[in-house]
T-cell receptor
Framework: GQNIDQPTEMTATEGAIVQINCTYQ??????LFWYQQHAAEAPTFLSY????GLEEKGRFSSFLSRSKGYSYLLLKELQMKDSASYLC?????????????FGKGNQVVVIP | EAGVAQSPRYKIIEKRQSVAFWCNPI?????LYWYQQILGQGPKLLIQ????????DSQLPKDRFSAERLKGVDSTLKIQPAKLEDSAVYLC??????????????FGPGTRLTVL
């Protein structure tokens, strides 16, 4: 089975740092993705982790611990345009098709 | 580079009617996915194509949903007949389909379906 768990909503101030957590329990693991989704828009790819550790990409960083089934997305220097839902997705290789299982998303609201 | 194209963007129908959605993936992407995203939820995979063959349709409600990708490029998803609980955004995504770790999926803008 697959279970991807994320907090539902958080509010943060412009210029601040916010950490979005994701815990997962899946039959197999072949990488974890973070997507950003603005209201009424398509998800857009942010980051990918397959090995333990931190991946940094500009204002966004993503961390993975496979032994703990845990990842987080770190957003630095928050901007108003970062208000969106952040989706965690785990690739499960069992079944041979590398299906992505998504969490419900964490809605981040940035306030001035 | 053009992204994933979908049409229509919005559709309102009454229950028991039929509806079809169209998707054109990114050029060169062999794998095409249809997802259903209900409000407040993450996307759920309905069907995955590799070229014109189905590789995963285990979560597709086959009594009412069907999909095809006849020439291995664009695809259509059909619902017949629609139920109230089918109200959702239907997202199409595509990827190169390589058996490497990354194989990032890129999403289209989606079709928002409302069933009355």
């Amino acid at each position: 089975g697959q279970n991807i768990d994320q907090p539902t909503e958080m509010t943060a101030t412009e210029g601040a740092i916010v950490q979005i957590n994701c815990t997962y329990q899946t039959s197999g693991f072949n990488g974890l993705f973070w997507y950003q989704q603005h209201a009424a828009e398509a998800p857009t790819f942010l980051s990918y982790n397959v090995l333990d550790g931190l991946e940094e990409k500009g204002r966004f960083s993503s961390f993975l611990s496979r032994s703990k089934g845990y990842s987080y997305l770190l957003l630095k220097e928050l901007q108003m345009k970062d208000s969106a839902s952040y989706l965690c997705a785990v690739r499960d290789p069992l079944g041979g098709n590398n299906r992505l299982a998504f969490g419900k998303g964490n809605q981040v609201v940035v306030i001035p | 580079e053009a992204g994933v194209a979908q049409s229509p963007r919005y559709k309102i129908i009454e229950k028991r009617q039929s509806v079809a959605f169209w998707c054109n993936p990114i050029s060169g992407h062999a794998t095409l996915y249809w997802y259903q995203q209900i409000l407040g939820q993450g996307p759920k995979l309905l069907i995955q194509f590799q070229n014109n063959g189905v590789v995963d349709d285990s979560q597709l409600p086959k009594d009412r949903f069907s999909a095809e990708r006849l020439k291995g490029v664009d695809s259509t998803l059909k619902i017949q007949p629609a139920k109230l609980e089918d109200s959702a955004v239907y997202l199409c995504a595509s990827s190169f389909g390589r058996t490497t770790f990354t194989d990032t999926q890129y999403f289209g803008p989606g079709t928002r379906l409302t069933v009355l």
